[in-house]
């Protein structure tokens, strides 16, 4: 059995926005979003159920999942696997301007319901360990969130290690599905209740048609090539980053020594391309290590750490190796 990889926004639509199977997404909004009791969704609509796109017009599908419930809540769940710069802001755009367009031209603001944002990433964004976390708009003096349309989930991939006999909750064995199916053979016997193992069901490649197939080989391909053309842009910052530190350090070196010289350009080089690519791949978060990376005083061990950053999922590698 071969599983696609859930984490392509094709498959993932397919699964999780089937409009014949929404009890596969109404079970996943209510494990991560904890709801039970009265609270809890018994039924959905989906706004922008999956169909599967042609190639040539994929550039403009809408691949998030966007539904409504029966207290015409919203609910957008979306994911995302390369971090790009400007990401938190245009989470907070795109749900703005989801609550902003339930009202029609001389409808009156009481018309608007509640937004709940879920964001299901494949690299680091908060501090701290939790691999899901939640953000409301609370009051700084008493903590109550008292003004609660805007709600804001993000489940952070690499920081969730369970191995398949550590799984206990529902949520936990949605996440493992999505970051690890594609590396199964089997539906795990973790997978235990029949929303998880009718997502399964539609992942088996087994279950997909040749058009769906050739999209999903498309998508996968092109994400490749994005990635690509990523690690090229940096290899080109860090190598011109390198040349321009390199000739400078020459000039001093003069006075020092061709050699020291070189050596001291080629560092400071390394150094200065590095930043750059922390910032690319972690914003803030990455160039904060920044410091780190300068205590390291040979080319070869900044060029490992160049190798590990260009490969890591997480920030956790990173300080590992700077022994954070």
Request: no cysteine; charged share 35%.
């Amino acid at each position: 059995m071969q599983f696609v990889d859930v984490r392509s926004d094709i498959a993932f639509k397919k699964i999780f926005g089937n409009e014949g199977k929404k009890e596969i997404l109404v079970s996943f909004l209510n494990a991560v979003l904890d709801l039970s009791g009265d609270r809890e969704i018994g039924d959905i609509t989906i706004l922008n159920p999956y169909q599967a796109p042609k190639i040539d017009v994929l550039k403009e599908t809408t691949l998030d999942i966007r539904a409504v419930d029966k207290r015409n809540v919203t609910f957008i769940v979306e994911i995302q696997i390369q971090k790009r710069k400007g990401f938190e802001k245009r989470v907070l755009y795109y749900t703005s301007k989801a609550y902003v367009s339930q009202l029609t031209k001389g409808e009156d603001y009481p018309k608007l319901n509640q937004v709940i944002f879920i964001g299901i990433v494949d690299f680091d964004i908060f501090e701290g360990d939790a691999y899901i976390t939640s953000h409301l708009i609370l009051n700084t003096n008493t903590f109550k969130q008292e003004l609660k349309d805007f709600e804001f989930n993000f489940i952070e991939l690499p920081k969730f290690n369970k191995r398949e006999d550590e799984l206990e909750s529902i949520v936990d064995k949605w996440i493992h599905f999505i970051k690890n199916a594609d590396s199964l053979k089997m539906i795990p016997k973790r997978a235990d209740f029949m929303e998880i193992r009718e997502a399964y069901d539609i992942a088996n490649k087994m279950a997909w048609n040749e058009d769906e197939l050739e999209i999903y080989d498309y998508w996968s391909m092109r994400l490749q090539d994005e990635r690509g053309a990523i690690e090229y842009a940096v290899e080109k910052a860090v190598g011109e980053a390198v040349e321009q530190t390199r000739e400078q350090s020459l000039i001093e070196g003069e006075r020092k020594g061709h050699i020291k010289g070189l050596m001291e350009g080629e560092l400071k080089g390394l150094i200065k391309g590095i930043e750059g690519m922390l910032d690319i791949k972690y914003a803030e978060m990455g160039t904060a290590l920044i410091e780190g990376v300068k205590d390291i005083e040979t080319i070869e061990k900044l060029e490992e750490f160049k190798e590990l950053l260009k490969k890591s999922a997480s920030l956790d590698e990173l300080k590992g190796f700077l022994g954070n």
